[in-house]
Nanobody, 120 residues
Framework: QLQASGGGLVQAGGSLRLSCAAS????????MGWYRQAPGNQRELVAA???????KYADSVKGRFAISRDNAKNTVYLQMNSLKPEDTAVYYC????????????????WGQGTLVTVYS
């Protein structure tokens, strides 16, 4: 289970930090990432990070957002700076592969979403 937090209302130019913690008896998590979906739009990848720390970003957020993770806490973060009104969306965390302590694989897990609203 993924639990996201940190969304809210912020003025353009401001910052927010999203967190997403995976719960349960977890041995390891492969890639973790953040997606977002604005009203009327498809869900899109914002940023992702592998277990080794390799990252990728959507062009629209490069230089403004930073993804990181704490493998000991099974948590992924998204630091969002210089926010723009077009960043307004529901942000979802995602993992592609969770390996549990019993060796079970859980694929394609989504968090519940957290709303980010940026006003000008």
């Amino acid at each position: 289970q993924l639990q996201a937090s940190g969304g809210g209302l912020v003025q353009a130019g401001g910052s927010l930090r999203l967190s997403c913690a995976a719960s349960g008896s977890i041995r390891s998590i492969n890639a973790m990432g953040w997606y977002r979906q604005a009203p009327g739009n498809q869900r899109e990848l914002v940023a992702a990070i592998t277990i080794n720390g390799n990252t990728k970003y959507a062009d629209s957020v490069k230089g403004r957002f930073a993804i990181s993770r704490d493998n000991a806490k099974n948590t992924v973060y998204l630091q969002m700076n210089s926010l723009k009104p077009e960043d307004t969306a529901v942000y979802y965390c995602h993992t592609d592969e969770i390996i549990t302590e019993w060796g079970r694989f859980e694929f394609d897990t989504w968090g519940q979403g957290t709303l980010v609203t940026v006003y000008s």
